[in-house]
Each structure stands twice: as C-alpha cells, then as structure tokens.
C-alpha cells in the first residue's frame, strides 16, 4: 500500500509503542480528535498516545489508504487489549509539510 512517508512513519511508530516518535509525526499546532476529545499540539498528543499505549496495547495494520498530498484516510485494523478488539478504524489525516495537521479517529 503506497501512503505519505509520515503515515507510514506514524503506524511504525504506534506499533513500536513508541509515543515520542509518534508525536514527532505532527506538526508544532497539530490537533488530534478520538473518543470525543481533543489533543492540542505534540506534547499534549504525546501525553495522550502514551496513555493509550499503556492502557490499551494498540497495534495498527493498514488495510486502506486514499488521499491526495494534503489530505487522505488511512483505514485500519486495530488490535489490543481493549473492548471489541479487533476493529476497524478511520484516521482521517491532514498534511502539511511532511507533517499532520490534524486526525480524527473515527470508527
């Protein structure tokens, strides 16, 4: 599946439970939306995926990918230790720069 470097770089990263690399996907102002929150700029999406991490195990394997360079939905199987795993799951991104801008997390 061919996807933006920094979506490929993103789902390493969440795989790697690694929450520094996965915020340094985002730009300086990024916004992330999920579970009806929102996340405001890399230390607060940083705090927030590592919670996640620790809590819930996630794991992400594409299975979908449309966009353009700017913008685009990365469809995802998701797995952890969490309700109903696995699901399927819509990352609704927007890119600038090489970096997300915002994603909204949809089921």
């Not at 439970?17 to 520094?20: E, G, K, R, V």
């Given at each position: 599946m061919n996807v933006p470097k920094v979506i490929a770089e993103l789902v390493k990263a969440q795989n790697n439970?690694?929450?520094?690399a996965y915020a340094?996907?985002?730009s300086e102002t990024a916004?992330?939306?999920d579970e009806?929150?929102?996340?405001?700029?890399?230390?607060?999406?940083?705090?927030w995926i590592a919670q996640a991490n620790q809590t819930f195990?996630?794991?992400?394997?594409p299975i979908g990918y449309?966009?353009?360079?700017?913008?685009?939905?990365?469809?995802?199987e998701i797995s952890g230790s969490?309700?109903?795993?696995?699901?399927?799951?819509?990352?609704?991104?927007?890119?600038k720069d090489g970096l997300i801008e915002s994603l909204k997390i949809k089921g």
């Open positions: 439970q690694d929450s520094i340094n996907c985002f916004l992330v939306y009806g929150k929102n996340h405001h700029g890399k230390k607060e999406i940083q705090e195990k996630t794991v992400m394997k449309t966009g353009t360079a700017t913008s685009g939905v990365l469809s995802a969490f309700p109903g795993s696995p699901l399927v799951l819509n990352y609704h991104l927007e890119l």
